[in-house]
């Protein structure tokens, strides 16, 4: 039995190699692993390995603290814009451009997320 897995590893085996693995494991989690569903399965085994369940995203390119701290910014300037009463077409105004922003920013994390 190999020893080391990995979460992407274990999402991308059979149910019945799953079965296989927590066959051999004995822990609370994966009790009842006969007629457990795939995702519950990798829950399981996560659990019992202490593996993290759950894919890390890396960011390459861009400074992402930098881009995160300009979204605040437009949300704040989002939120003034909201506060202040008035006329709602001129609010309209205001607020297009910088919820397009605040689009665009969020678009380039997640263009440079791998």
Request: include cysteine.
């Amino acid at each position: 039995m190999e020893t080391e897995h990995t979460f992407e590893e274990l999402k991308k085996k059979t149910v019945a190699v799953l079965r296989e693995i927590a066959k051999d494991i004995e822990h609370e989690a994966v009790h009842g692993y006969t007629t457990m569903h795939k995702e519950d399965l990798v829950q399981a085994l996560c659990t019992a390995l202490g593996i993290e369940a759950h894919v890390h995203h890396e960011v390459v390119g861009i400074n992402k603290t930098g881009v995160k701290a300009k979204i605040v910014e437009a949300k704040k300037e989002r939120d003034r814009i909201l506060a202040s009463g008035g006329d709602s077409k001129e609010r309209r105004k205001q607020l297009k451009p910088v919820l397009r922003r605040i689009h665009t920013l969020k678009r380039r994390i997640h263009k440079a997320t791998h």
